[in-house]
């Protein structure tokens, strides 16, 4: 086997130290030299010198959890060649898993080439990475502390949710309020409504009988005070990344053409993919890469049906939210072709298979600059009209109709 890198490093990296395999391969002999290396700042720059020392053309980490970080970008600044892998790719030999024997194996790997990098986007975009990733995880937790305080109301009699869709709106964030100071009048609490909720006032009155006390105030007020906390943390979130994004603003925009992406979503979408498809060569790797497309399994000449692989789980989140509000559309090409997978395979794949268009979409319009143009709900009728009107007479035949076709005149 070939080896293309006469001087190769596999580093096998943990939370307190990595083990570092420098492997020389000269005049058919090969010599293999392992050390230890805490994670400490310092000592990983003392590593990035023993390995400039050590002339290393490659340097091949594992990507073990959040571990790798702070070898790769400090090994990366001392300007080494660094390749970061995944470990189902780098997987040890049964029987020889040991640090020091999975740091050689990468060495290994690496200097035959058999083992493909990650995508690691450039610092800002990290950046723009982690207020998208934050954004998410303050959210969720804030739904999760809506649905606390809705059992706790529940646990009070108050039946708020069954009338208001949103507790925490404005209307119901002031009769949570009225009762924290202890107003215990159904009628003086409904009459807080705003805007369209004055219409269920006597729906309100009912739902806001119940057993409301000191303790489920200081429950609610509680709850109430977290909520607030995150919502601005939010906002600061927000702000934050709204600075960022500047440079990202044309593409940004570009995505929010697509139907059913929001700019949140083109936020997440630029955040994980980085923007610059050059990182991928066509839109079947990036398809591939954001696990959205099914494995290859095939046998003897015969092909086994196989599920997608894990993909990247922030971009598959977002893409899934875009492809659930498009499938509703009745007025787009996205939405006639999640129907028409639907009524074959399933809503569940119809979904996958919209993320899959979604998906090539962006490629080729942040590849080529092209504005998003939807081909129309009525695309696959003219596709195949004669093969429409063939399913139509068959489904109009089915419920015991004859049909009899004839040209419409010209008014």
Not at 233 to 254: G, H, S
Not at 271 to 277: C, L, N, R, Y
Request: proline share 4%; with cysteine.
């Amino acid at each position: 086997m070939d080896v293309l890198y006469e001087r190769c490093a596999g580093l096998d990296v943990s939370k307190r130290d990595a083990k570092a395999c420098v492997r020389v391969a000269t005049g058919g002999k090969i010599t293999q030299t392992t050390t230890t290396w805490t994670s400490m700042t310092n000592q990983v720059h003392e590593l990035a010198q023993y390995l400039l020392t050590e002339r290393v053309g490659l340097i091949v980490i594992e990507a073990t959890g959040d571990y790798w970080r702070q070898f790769y970008f400090i090994l990366e600044e001392a300007g080494l060649n660094v390749q970061l892998v995944n470990a189902r790719d780098a997987r040890n030999l049964p029987g020889r898993k040991t640090d020091v024997s999975d740091a050689a194996w990468l060495a290994q790997l690496g200097a035959h080439g058999l083992v493909r990098s990650c995508f690691v986007p450039p610092a800002d975009i990290r950046r723009i990475r982690d207020l998208t990733r934050a954004r998410t995880a303050i959210t969720d937790e804030r739904s999760r502390e809506i649905q606390r305080l809705e059992k706790m109301l529940e646990g009070s009699g108050i039946k708020l949710s069954s009338v208001a869709t949103d507790i925490t709106g404005a209307s119901g964030r002031a009769m949570l309020e009225a009762l924290i100071r202890g107003e215990d009048d159904p009628e003086t609490l409904a009459s807080l409504a705003k805007a369209r909720m004055r219409t269920k006032i006597p729906q309100l009155i009912e739902a806001l009988t119940g057993r409301f006390n000191d303790h489920h105030a200081f429950m609610a007020k509680l709850f109430l005070d977290r909520i607030d906390a995150q919502t601005a943390d939010l906002e600061r979130v927000e702000a934050r990344l709204e600075a960022l994004m500047t440079p990202y603003a044309p593409a940004r925009e570009l995505l929010s053409g697509i139907p059913g992406i929001s700019n949140r979503i083109a936020e997440v979408i630029i955040a994980e993919t980085g923007a610059d498809m050059a990182v991928f060569a066509t839109s079947g790797h990036l398809v591939s890469w954001a696990g959205t497309a099914p494995g290859a399994n095939e046998s003897a000449g015969k092909a086994k049906p196989t599920g997608t692989r894990p993909g990247n789980r922030y971009l598959k989140r977002a893409l899934g939210t875009a492809a659930l509000s498009v499938s509703r559309s009745q007025s787009t090409y996205l939405g006639a072709k999640y129907r028409r997978i639907k009524s074959r395979r399933g809503p569940m794949k119809a979904l996958v298979a919209i993320q899959h268009s979604m998906l090539t979409t962006i490629w080729h319009m942040l590849t080529n600059g092209e504005i998003y143009t939807d081909p129309g709900p009525d695309y696959f009728i003219r596709q195949r009209p004669a093969q429409t009107q063939i399913r139509a007479i068959h489904q109009l035949e089915a419920l015991g109709y004859t049909v009899t076709l004839e040209p419409r005149t010209a008014a």
